[in-house]
């Protein structure tokens, strides 16, 4: 997945959360400038598309999904983008992947056999997704199981209400269990669950006591609430990773999920990223969309840079 430096965490510094003040207003005003701020056209927008496609986590999280579903999802993973459309582009020799299949824990084996190769991680949500409310020995075994499977990414979820009651020593101890489960062998995505943290200094605070917990990412949403992804908590989020960086010097990756399905979206997220962090913040080391159909617009957006017309969807199957 990533080869900086993995988040260690830290003890849980209850007066840095409960001192986190955030202006909405200041917050609204600064998304709402984000797509238009920075204009990427022609050759440079074909470049960034290209590099939100190897940031994304190729993912499928239904009640039908089968065997042969996540065949065809990892069948994309290894060549997101036609080889026509990559000789096009001059790219035939360059291996474009995404940057992960993210599947739910039993359906781990099938996709690390159907990416044997490929370099592709398998990333498994665990400890009761998408609501978390499952007791927590059995959430820690989700993450066991999905491990032995062979997923060398876990996305967990954290329990809402330890947020909304401000609970923190138990938010913390809670991911910290987590992260030792996932240890040496994967690396752990938080997510927080937006949509249904109350304000944005409570998602603020959470993401606070996510990193000193050890994530190595915290992710917006499960894609299963009523508001997920939106750009206002992602810039918290985001500025929230930037203090962790500046007081402990370890670099988290962010993930924004659920509702993005559009390339315009995806530019706004990476200039969000650049803006607010740096080039690092646009590789799947340190970023990644948690998406399914977004790749098929990718695609789309892309044939039209090379040939001037749109394709129909159905040229762009995501299988």
Not at 25 to 50: F, G, I, M, N
Not at 292 to 306: F, G
Request: net charge positive; charged share 25%; glycine share 8%.
């Amino acid at each position: 997945m990533s080869t900086h430096e993995r988040n260690s965490g830290t003890p849980l510094d209850l007066d840095w959360v409960m001192a986190a003040r955030i202006n909405r207003s200041a917050v609204e005003r600064r998304t709402a400038s984000l797509p238009a701020r920075r204009t990427v056209k022609k050759d440079w927008q074909a470049a960034w598309l290209l590099r939100a496609v190897t940031c994304i986590d190729l993912t499928t999280l239904a009640g039908d999904d089968t065997p042969g579903r996540i065949q065809r999802l990892c069948a994309k993973a290894r060549q997101p983008i036609r080889p026509d459309m990559l000789a096009r582009l001059g790219l035939n020799d360059e291996k474009i992947t995404v940057g992960a299949v993210c599947v739910y824990p039993n359906r781990v084996q099938e996709a690390v056999e159907a990416l044997r190769g490929s370099g592709v991680p398998v990333a498994s949500v665990a400890t009761g997704f998408p609501a978390g409310q499952t007791p927590l020995p059995q959430r820690i075994g989700e993450i066991e199981q999905a491990i032995e499977s062979g997923a060398q990414e876990i996305d967990v979820v954290i329990p809402r209400t330890h947020v909304l009651t401000g609970d923190w020593h138990r938010l913390y101890d809670e991911i910290r269990q987590f992260r030792q489960a996932c240890g040496d062998s994967a690396h752990m995505k938080t997510i927080l669950a937006t949509g249904e943290l109350g304000t944005l200094k409570q998602v603020y605070q959470a993401s606070l006591v996510a990193m000193m917990a050890g994530s190595d990412f915290i992710k917006t949403s499960t894609g299963k609430e009523p508001v997920n992804a939106t750009l206002e908590v992602s810039l918290v989020m985001v500025r929230a990773i930037r203090e962790y960086l500046e007081r402990t010097g370890a670099r988290v990756g962010f993930k924004p999920a659920g509702g993005i399905g559009k390339a315009k979206q995806a530019l706004a997220w990476q200039t969000l990223m650049k803006e607010e962090l740096g080039d690092d913040w646009l590789t799947p080391a340190l970023f990644r969309f948690g998406a399914s159909s977004l790749l098929t617009d990718l695609e789309r957006q892309l044939y039209h840079y090379i040939t001037g017309h749109y394709a129909a969807r159905h040229h762009m199957p995501l299988g």
